[in-house]
Each structure stands twice: as structure tokens, then as C-alpha cells.
């Protein structure tokens, strides 16, 4: 069936239409550089806070974090009289950090992680934005690099919120470069908001992506993905945790109940068949990835972890 020209022109102009539409929804991520941090936006709205410069914890973070468009998903930093005063400067949001690095520990903050250098500043385009940034793994006297770390951060906004990725290369700096055995205190972590915490009781959970729920269950087991969710301003929100499939090792979950979580893979975890602790030699690489789910309920859509899940997967393809 031939179209008159009419017809023609107004269905090229509603495919227009249609593309100005779908273009409008994908707010664009913009940086804004500050002394010490960099803050990044989408649409004009709060993500997070990316502060790689804090004589208080000397490693980088992400503070305040949001669901693009919804309310802050992690606790106060500092913490308000509200919230929780325990690791008031350990858990300031989201951090990657290792408690014992050939015997320096720079998550309890004995050994510095210093940041700042940027391998690619921050930049966007139409579907996303990020930048890479170059960290040195210090042993606690401040005098030797273990290691370094090369992370390219990915923001790309979706319906829900925003999926952050972190990819993550750790190179040694030294021979017997050692990634400790510790239950707790290694990898991603991340402190919630105090309403998304279980133990507020105000509908706070823990769900893995083995339908396992809350700390007594999901604490030390291995998971692809690990989600922390509750109810902000009568909206369900929370974030997600996902580990890379890709990754060297599954991810075991340092999950409780007080509102923190831990995606670790270094854990020689007794369920592992290759239990012994990771080394490297100088030179040496360690490549990581982790997807971060920022979400939010909204126009009576319903978040499914499993299947933001797949998108991660097929967007963290290398």
C-alpha cells in the first residue's frame, strides 16, 4: 500500500516525535568538580558523591547516594543524630577497601589509599557518563605502593534509578602481594540508609538472588547478587550489589542486619574448591567488576534484581 505524502510526513514526523521522547527519558549525567570530590547528577537530580580527598578517611567513597529522581539510599555522612553513630567514618556510603593487603589494612583506615589521578576525566554522552580514576594501595608506614588500582565508573541511567559499574584492575607493585583471608573487611561495602535498615523494623530486607532473606540466612553464603531494600517516602527503594559472573572467584555476602553489606571474593570461604588466599607478584593483575543497582519504584513499575541483574551482565561484557 502506497502512503500519500501526507501520510508520509506525519509518520516520520511521530517517529521523530517518538525518538525526542525516548531521548527525554534518559537524563544525562553531568560532573560537577568540587575540591576533593566530584559530584554527579542526571537530569539535574543527585547520584552521588564521589570524594576521593578526606583527612578523615583517607581512601575513596561514595557519599549519598540516590536513585536518579528518588531519595537517598545510603546512610548520612556524617552520620545525623538520627541515624547510627557506629563506623561513623568507615562506612561513609560505598567504598572498596582490603583489611589486610600483605598486612596493611586501609579499610580500618591504618593504611592510606590515595586517589585523585584521573586516567580519563569525567565525560558523558547520550546514554551515559563516567571517568577512571587511579588509586595507590599504601602499606601502613605510607611508605610503599602494594598496589595499584585502575577503576573505570560507568553511570547509566535507567527507569528504575541508575546502574553504577565499577571495573576494577589491581595490579601488584611488589613480589608476594597478598589478598588476606578475612571474613568481613574486604571488597565493596556499602551502609544504608537508616529506614532500609532490617532492624529499623520498618520494612527493611535482605534478599540474595538465592530467594534467601535478611542477615541469618544471606550472611556467608555465595550469591551472584545481593539486595538491600526497604520503603522511602511510601516508594519501595534499596540497592543492589552484583557481582560479574566473569569475575576470578564467586562472591560470598557480608550481609547484616544493622543496614551493611560486603560483596567479597576474597574470602577463602570453606564451600570454595580453590580456598587458598590470592597472591600476585609484582606486575600482576586482579580485574573485578561489580554492578550497583540505585533503584526505586515508580508509575506502579516494580524492580526485579534478577533481571537488572541480566542487563548488568550484558553491559559489563569484555
Avoid at 83 to 99: E, N, Y
Avoid at 260 to 265: S, T, Y
Amino acid at each position: 500500500m502506497r502512503l500519500s505524502q501526507p501520510t508520509v510526513a506525519l509518520v516520520v514526523l511521530a517517529t521523530l516525535m517518538s525518538a525526542t521522547t525516548v531521548r527525554a527519558e534518559t537524563p544525562a549525567v553531568e560532573f560537577q568538580s568540587e575540591p576533593g570530590q566530584i559530584v554527579v547528577t542526571a537530569g539535574g537530580k543527585p547520584v552521588a558523591t564521589y570524594v576521593y580527598s578526606d583527612p578523615k578517611t583517607p581512601r575513596p567513597y561514595f557519599a549519598h547516594l540516590h536513585a536518579v529522581g528518588g531519595p537517598q539510599l545510603t546512610r548520612n555522612h556524617p552520620p545525623h543524630p538520627d541515624d547510627a553513630q557506629d563506623h561513623d567514618v568507615l562506612h561513609p556510603g560505598m567504598w572498596f577497601a582490603l583489611g589486610d593487603l600483605s598486612g596493611s589494612d586501609n579499610w580500618r583506615l591504618k593504611a592510606r589509599v590515595a586517589g585523585g589521578e584521573f586516567v580519563t576525566k569525567p565525560s558523558s554522552d547520550a546514554k551515559e557518563g563516567g571517568f577512571t580514576v587511579r588509586n595507590q594501595y599504601l602499606a601502613n608506614d605510607g611508605k610503599q605502593t602494594l598496589c595499584t588500582e585502575d577503576c573505570r565508573y560507568r553511570f547509566v541511567p535507567r527507569p528504575w534509578g541508575c546502574l553504577l559499574i565499577a571495573d576494577s584492575t589491581l595490579t601488584a607493585r611488589m613480589d608476594g602481594c597478598r589478598f588476606g583471608d578475612q571474613m568481613e573487611e574486604m571488597g565493596l561495602g556499602v551502609r544504608m540508609a537508616t529506614p532500609l535498615v532490617v532492624n529499623a523494623k520498618k520494612g527493611g530486607q535482605i534478599l540474595d538472588s538465592e530467594g534467601r532473606i535478611n542477615e541469618q540466612d544471606v550472611r556467608e553464603k555465595l550469591a551472584d547478587w545481593c539486595d538491600l531494600n526497604g520503603k522511602l517516602g511510601g516508594q519501595k527503594a534499596g540497592i543492589t550489589l552484583m557481582a560479574d559472573p566473569q569475575n576470578p572467584r564467586k562472591t560470598w555476602w557480608h550481609a547484616r542486619n544493622y543496614g551493611f553489606a560486603a560483596a567479597n571474593l576474597f574470602h577463602a570461604h570453606p564451600s570454595r574448591t580453590e580456598n587458598m588466599p590470592i597472591g600476585l607478584n609484582a606486575g600482576q593483575s586482579l580485574r573485578i567488576q561489580y554492578g550497583i543497582a540505585l533503584h526505586r519504584d515508580q508509575d506502579g513499575t516494580t524492580y526485579d534484581p534478577a533481571e537488572v541483574f541480566k542487563e548488568f551482565v550484558s553491559l559489563a561484557k569484555r
